[in-house]
């Protein structure tokens, strides 16, 4: 059984900070790629940032410049780093993993249950 838990969401003003962590635990061989994701209110789930295993990372044009994603493979934890909120990233953030339980296992992708960010006066 895999599991992937994000916490650090929550309520920030405009041009506040918060950091979200992602942690996966259970059986796992091996992890690939890992992203954060977020589905704002009537808009479909858009890719916010990825790092792959050599800890190269890409972001969505929104954000660039704002939020640093960050992984800790010792910890099989990636972070987002998110300063300079603003309304429009009101979310809630999903992280996911692309990973192997065992060697002999195919690569298979899990998520987490997501955790709300409201940024608002």
């Known amino acids: 059984q895999v599991q992937l838990v994000e916490s650090g969401g929550g309520l920030v003003q405009p041009g506040g900070s918060l950091r979200l962590s992602c942690a996966a635990s259970g059986s796992i061989f091996y992890i690939y790629t890992m992203r954060w994701y977020r589905r704002a209110p009537g808009v479909k789930r858009t890719l916010v940032a990825l790092?792959?295993?050599?800890?190269?990372?890409d972001y969505a044009d929104s954000v660039k410049g704002r939020f640093t994603i960050s992984r800790d493979n010792a910890k099989n934890t990636i972070y987002l780093q998110m300063n300079s909120l603003q309304p429009e990233d009101t979310a809630v953030y999903y992280c996911n993993a692309d990973l192997q339980r065992t060697r002999e296992d195919a690569i298979s992708r899990y998520w987490g249950q997501g955790t709300e960010v409201t940024v608002s006066s």
């Open positions: 790092v792959n295993s050599t800890l190269s990372t």
